[in-house]
């Protein structure tokens, strides 16, 4: 299905490769009315490892998938990715208009201090990205897995590699270092911070939402399973609450943010625990997951009466307060706050409650526009305006590997 031709008629497929899931979507050459690249088609395989099954929705959210779940329950043992990836191109052939992929665009969570923007990928490059595997051990396996398989089933398919740390790539060095020795710093350990697709999606869209102030002192605040906040000046991302991995900052689904190193080494030295089990704990077992002993699922918690669901919201919600306040900080002040990613975007109890938290700040927030899911969520006299706005890693994806392909460019 392999299309040399270039964007006329030629898609681009997007993946985002977990452990145990793969989104993907796919994205033509043609704009539509918004001027971006129309999606065709999205879906994801979850149960990979188990029993995969492909849902899929079309552009106009009808649903495609029927098929494929029978193909998928159809394989003899449990699907890897594989089998998943295998099961995905034979299920795009006929789907994607003229039958042809132009490029695959993959998000890759590291890339470390040497791609800082989207990159062709080559076997030198997919060499360089293995060595950054230790850094992000939960997302960056699989997202390289994927290009693996892809190149063996389609060895001429061009595979684009988009990564979440290229937006924060020109911070200031205060903003990216640990008062670590020298030679740490230089051996690569520093803070990179993540999500970079979604904040600076959120970037673009942001002059058709604020105006002129899009350009003033912003905090993302993008609050999915993985969370993470980020400050943008001009905006460029000058700040951000991770840091050398996607553990540290906010509190998460399953991962725990900001912590004391100190608690890493008496996990180590007096509770016994060895690397493997301390990483478990700290990426799998922490969060709303470990606070609550009861879900890591914002929808979950919030519909449960048990306390300790209650203590785990209250914990993510001070965790945001302190972190907005640092960030506010580094900006030398505010101006806007966006929500965006799942418990952003649906969440009006947590965006009430962070809201509440920054009334020191200046933010006013508008009840009735908040429980509305408007996009403004202040009150017109609000000092610092709030708002809500979905993000779209895909279309990021889709585009840079537009971009990349156009040009031919090669790490
Ligand atoms: P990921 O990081 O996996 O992309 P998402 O951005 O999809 O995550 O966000 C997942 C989180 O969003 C989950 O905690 C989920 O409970 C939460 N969420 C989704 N819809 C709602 C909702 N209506 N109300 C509260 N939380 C929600």
């Not at 030679?183 to 990179?192: E, K, L, N, Q, S």
Request: charged residues 20%.
């Amino acid at each position: 299905m392999t299309d040399e031709r270039g964007p006329s008629g030629g898609s681009i497929v997007v993946l985002n490769a977990g452990s145990s899931s793969i989104k993907f979507a796919a994205f033509g050459s043609n704009k539509g009315a918004a001027g971006v690249p129309e999606r065709l088609l999205h879906g994801e395989i979850d149960g990979i490892g188990r029993s995969a099954r492909l849902v899929a929705w079309g552009h106009d959210g009808t649903s495609l998938s029927g098929e494929a779940v029978v193909a998928a329950e159809a394989e003899a043992s449990p699907p890897g990715h594989a089998q998943a990836l295998r099961l995905l191109f034979e299920w795009l052939e006929g789907r994607l208009p003229g039958r042809n992929v132009w490029g695959v665009a993959h998000r890759v969570v590291h890339g470390g201090e040497h791609f800082i923007g989207p990159v062709r990928v080559t076997p030198e490059v997919l060499a360089q990205l293995d060595a950054l595997s230790p850094l992000a051990p939960l997302h960056q396996p699989h997202n390289l897995a994927a290009i693996r398989v892809i190149a063996a089933l389609e060895p001429g398919l061009p595979q684009v590699a988009c990564f979440d740390t290229a937006f924060h790539a020109r911070q200031d060095w205060v903003a990216q270092a640990y008062a670590l020795p020298r030679r740490i710093r230089d051996a690569g350990v520093r803070r990179y911070g993540f999500h970079g697709l979604s904040y600076e999606y959120i970037a673009g869209v942001l002059p058709s939402h604020l105006g002129a102030r899009a350009d003033a002192r912003v905090v993302v605040a993008h609050l999915g399973n993985g969370a993470s906040m980020c400050a943008l000046r001009e905006r460029r991302s000058i700040a951000t609450t991770m840091g050398f991995t996607a553990l540290d900052g906010l509190m998460m689904g399953t991962r725990c943010g900001n912590l004391d190193p100190g608690v890493v080494m008496y996990l180590a030295s007096e509770m016994h625990l060895g690397p493997a089990e301390i990483e478990k704990l700290l990426y799998q077992e922490s969060g709303l997951l470990g606070v609550s002993e009861i879900s890591a699922d914002m929808r979950a918690l919030e519909a449960s009466d048990d306390p300790r669901a209650r203590a785990a919201i209250d914990l993510f919600v001070h965790c945001i307060a302190c972190q907005l306040g640092g960030l506010a900080a580094a900006l030398g002040g505010l101006d806007a706050l966006v929500f965006t990613a799942g418990i952003g975007e649906h969440s009006a109890t947590v965006r009430r409650r962070v809201c509440e938290s920054a009334a020191w700040l200046g933010v006013e927030l508008d009840g009735a526009a908040n429980q509305a899911h408007a996009t403004r969520i202040s009150t017109a006299g609000s000092r610092v305006s709030a708002w809500v706005i979905p993000t779209n890693e895909e279309l990021m994806l889709a585009q840079h590997a537009q971009a990349v392909l156009a040009c031919g460019k090669t790490g």
